[in-house]
């Protein structure tokens, strides 16, 4: 609903075409690293169902420890690409602490619902978690990410802002 309703060009005018335009260079980037991190939680999974290490009556202490696992993750990963972003972004530490955010939100949700859907379809729909959990880890860690990662930099930005933005780095609305 954000993007839809314009705040995309908002987020441009806010924080100017070069930073913008790192931010958006920066989407695959984040999604990429977060995908990783889902599908090895979804194998992990799959492979410890199959493998009899995971059941129903242990499967809440399996999720606890992927999702622990998937938060310092998240921290870690997260300093390492807000650093990237501090310096693409003109040394701004409102635009790296947002990208931080954004993407220790997309590699948590992404370890969550990576671990959950082989459970889910293992044990509550009696599917095939290899062949289902994989897209439906995907799908929901795109939109989450990639929504999170313009949201939370809009909203970080506006706290930190306003910003002085040279003549030729203000974006034209039409």
Same mark, same amino acid.
């Given at each position: @609903?954000? @993007?839809?309703?314009?705040?995309?060009? *908002? #987020?441009?005018?806010?924080? %100017? &075409?070069?930073?913008?335009?790192?931010?958006?260079?920066?989407?695959?980037?984040? /999604?990429?690293?977060?995908?990783?991190?889902?599908?090895?939680?979804?194998? #992990?999974?799959? *492979?410890?169902?199959?493998?009899?290490?995971? &059941?129903?009556?242990?499967?809440?202490?399996?999720? *606890? &420890?992927?999702?622990? =696992?998937?938060?310092? #993750?998240?921290?870690?990963? %997260?300093?390492?690409? /807000?650093?990237?972003?501090?310096?693409? $972004?003109?040394?701004?530490?409102?635009?790296? @602490?947002?990208?931080?955010?954004?993407?220790?939100?997309?590699?948590?949700? =992404? %370890?969550?619902?990576?671990?959950?859907?082989?459970? #889910?379809?293992?044990?509550?729909?009696? *599917?095939? /978690? %290899?062949?289902? $959990?994989?897209?439906?880890?995907?799908?929901?860690?795109?939109?989450?990410?990639?929504?999170?990662?313009?949201?939370?930099?809009?909203?970080?930005?506006?706290?930190?802002?306003?910003?002085? @933005?040279?003549?030729?780095?203000?974006?034209?609305? /039409?």
């Amino acid at each position: @609903l954000f @993007l839809i309703s314009g705040g995309s060009d *908002r #987020l441009c005018t806010l924080i %100017g &075409r070069k930073k913008y335009t790192s931010l958006i260079a920066m989407l695959p980037i984040a /999604s990429a690293i977060s995908g990783n991190v889902g599908l090895q939680a979804s194998t #992990l999974t799959t *492979r410890a169902i199959s493998h009899g290490q995971v &059941r129903v009556d242990n499967y809440a202490m399996w999720l *606890r &420890r992927e999702i622990v =696992a998937a938060f310092y #993750l998240g921290i870690a990963i %997260g300093v390492v690409v /807000s650093s990237i972003a501090y310096c693409i $972004g003109g040394f701004s530490f409102p635009f790296a @602490l947002s990208i931080l955010v954004a993407q220790f939100i997309g590699i948590l949700t =992404a %370890g969550f619902t990576g671990t959950l859907a082989p459970l #889910l379809f293992t044990f509550i729909f009696k *599917r095939d /978690s %290899g062949k289902w $959990g994989g897209p439906l880890e995907t799908a929901v860690q795109d939109v989450v990410g990639s929504f999170s990662m313009i949201v939370i930099t809009y909203y970080i930005m506006l706290f930190f802002g306003p910003f002085e @933005l040279e003549p030729n780095d203000i974006c034209s609305v /039409s």
